[in-house]
């Protein structure tokens, strides 16, 4: 439980490196279209070399649709977010994308017809706290909201609790590289759409954005996949979605660390909350899984 519910999210941590390394992408003064191109470009190479040395393994038409489907989310995800952002302030964006959470808890009650354990709501609202106060929502300032802006948010939030859910469920079967890199495929399929082809070609040509792509690739195509793949079939949809949280810290800290921004005292608390709202469900689990333990030993 603790392995998977590790790996689940140390996957999220790695998306939350990704904002930094496109912040610093923009200061170089490539486009959106770029950046996601080189992301999801690179991403996918490298889970081919991976694919290729690792796992041959044939899927069937169905498979595949099904994988690239998840894939499709996560490209979502970005698209929506960075929408998003044309008409929000950062700090409502992020809180709209956050909201994943209990979106992701409510799908996996809807879709199993069983309600939440007390200990995944009540670090839902521990979570939804903590993200009001990293975000910076409690700071004051006179916030100008667009409808579509929110809608947006709300639509990357939305993605985001499928591709974490579908994570989990989805032909869980199958090797994890190739898996994996049905996932990524679809990802680039998706990209392709929204951007159409014409993005390859100046992805390719651009050498300076090949350092960016690469990173970007790693650790937002490749790592959390893989480390998705192989924690959140083993854990629960909601709990997987609670541990996902753990992209809000990372990012704010890399963007102290690397980009130098200034973050408050309570942005530095929201923080804080959210990782006890992270651990909250691991620790009455562990404390529920030992008062059983110790009933039972007494019953013998």
Same mark, same amino acid.
């Given at each position: +439980?603790?392995?998977?519910?590790?790996?689940?999210?140390?996957?999220?941590?790695?998306?939350?490196?990704? #904002?930094?390394?496109?912040?610093?992408?923009?200061?170089?003064?490539?486009?959106?279209?770029?950046?996601?191109?080189?992301?999801?470009?690179?991403?996918?190479?490298?889970?081919?070399?991976?694919?290729?040395? @690792?796992?041959?393994?044939?899927?069937?038409?169905?498979? @595949?649709?099904?994988?690239?489907?998840?894939?499709?989310?996560?490209?979502?995800?970005?698209?929506?977010?960075?929408?998003?952002?044309?008409?929000?302030?950062?700090?409502?964006?992020?809180?709209?994308?956050?909201?994943?959470?209990?979106?992701?808890?409510?799908?996996?009650?809807?879709?199993?017809?069983?309600?939440?354990? $007390?200990?995944?709501? !009540?670090?839902?609202?521990?979570?939804? &706290? $903590?993200?009001?106060?990293?975000?910076?929502?409690?700071?004051?300032?006179?916030?100008?909201?667009?409808?579509?802006?929110?809608?947006?948010?709300? $639509?990357?939030?939305?993605?985001?609790?499928? @591709?974490?859910?579908?994570?989990?469920?989805?032909?869980?079967?199958?090797?994890?590289?190739?898996?994996? @890199?049905?996932?990524?495929?679809?990802?680039?399929? +998706?990209?392709?759409?929204?951007?159409?082809?014409?993005?390859?070609?100046?992805?390719?040509?651009?050498?300076?954005?090949?350092?960016?792509?690469?990173?970007?690739?790693?650790?937002?195509?490749?790592?959390? !996949?893989?480390?998705?793949?192989?924690?959140?079939?083993?854990?629960?949809?909601?709990?997987?979605?609670?541990?996902?949280?753990?992209?809000?810290?990372?990012?704010?800290?890399?963007?102290?660390?690397?980009?130098?921004?200034?973050?408050?005292?309570?942005?530095?608390? $929201?923080?804080?909350?959210?990782?006890?709202?992270?651990?909250?469900?691991?620790?009455?689990?562990?404390?529920?899984? #030992?008062?059983?333990?110790?009933?039972?030993?007494?019953? &013998?």
């Amino acid at each position: +439980m603790w392995k998977n519910s590790l790996y689940v999210f140390l996957g999220a941590c790695s998306f939350g490196i990704l #904002s930094t390394i496109v912040k610093t992408a923009y200061s170089e003064g490539f486009t959106i279209q770029e950046v996601m191109g080189g992301q999801y470009g690179f991403g996918w190479l490298l889970m081919l070399v991976l694919m290729l040395i @690792f796992s041959r393994k044939k899927v069937t038409l169905r498979q @595949f649709i099904r994988l690239a489907g998840v894939g499709a989310c996560t490209c979502l995800t970005g698209v929506f977010y960075y929408m998003s952002l044309q008409t929000l302030p950062a700090s409502i964006a992020i809180v709209l994308l956050f909201q994943f959470t209990w979106m992701g808890v409510g799908l996996e009650a809807a879709l199993s017809r069983k309600w939440p354990s $007390g200990a995944t709501l !009540v670090s839902v609202l521990i979570l939804f &706290a $903590g993200t009001i106060l990293a975000g910076g929502l409690l700071g004051g300032g006179d916030f100008q909201l667009s409808l579509s802006g929110i809608l947006y948010g709300l $639509g990357s939030a939305l993605m985001m609790a499928l @591709f974490i859910y579908c994570s989990g469920r989805v032909e869980t079967r199958l090797p994890l590289i190739t898996r994996s @890199f049905c996932i990524s495929t679809g990802s680039l399929l +998706m990209l392709l759409i929204i951007f159409t082809p014409k993005v390859i070609p100046n992805v390719a040509q651009t050498t300076e954005l090949w350092p960016y792509g690469l990173a970007l690739g790693a650790f937002g195509a490749v790592i959390p !996949v893989l480390l998705f793949g192989l924690g959140a079939p083993k854990i629960n949809p909601g709990l997987a979605s609670i541990l996902s949280a753990g992209e809000f810290p990372v990012a704010v800290t890399a963007s102290v660390l690397v980009l130098h921004e200034q973050v408050g005292g309570l942005q530095w608390l $929201g923080i804080a909350v959210i990782l006890l709202g992270i651990a909250y469900p691991q620790l009455m689990g562990g404390r529920s899984a #030992s008062s059983k333990q110790r009933i039972s030993s007494k019953a &013998a």
